[in-house]
């Protein structure tokens, strides 16, 4: 006599949270206050009251957090801020740091 016993089998998949990462924007002596707060309106999705304390933060304080997006976003966004301060001849630095 036979008999067939079938066995299930239940692979548990773990899904990790992608990590986060802060765009960290810092001052020079160079690139203007009206421009920053254009680049955290127009490229960080920032209005107009967050953008004017980020950019306080930066020049008071040396540094200041524009965002914290997972790295992609992260990394386009810090792309498109330096391609436009290169094109107004701004020296303008940020970096992406994970959180």
Do not use: C, R, W
Not at 29 to 46: A, G, H, P, R
């Amino acid at each position: 006599m036979e008999t067939n016993i079938a066995t299930k089998q239940k692979d548990k998949v773990k899904i990790k949270k992608p990590k986060n990462y802060k765009v960290v924007m810092y001052n020079d002596d160079y690139t203007t206050m009206e421009f920053v707060i254009n680049i955290l309106v127009s490229v960080f999705n920032k209005n107009l009251i967050e953008a004017e304390k980020i950019m306080l933060d930066v020049h008071q304080k040396g540094n200041g957090i524009a965002g914290i997006y997972s790295y992609d976003i992260a990394m386009t966004k810090v792309a498109n801020a330096m391609s436009l301060a290169k094109e107004q001849g701004f020296p303008f630095k940020l970096t992406v740091e994970e959180v």
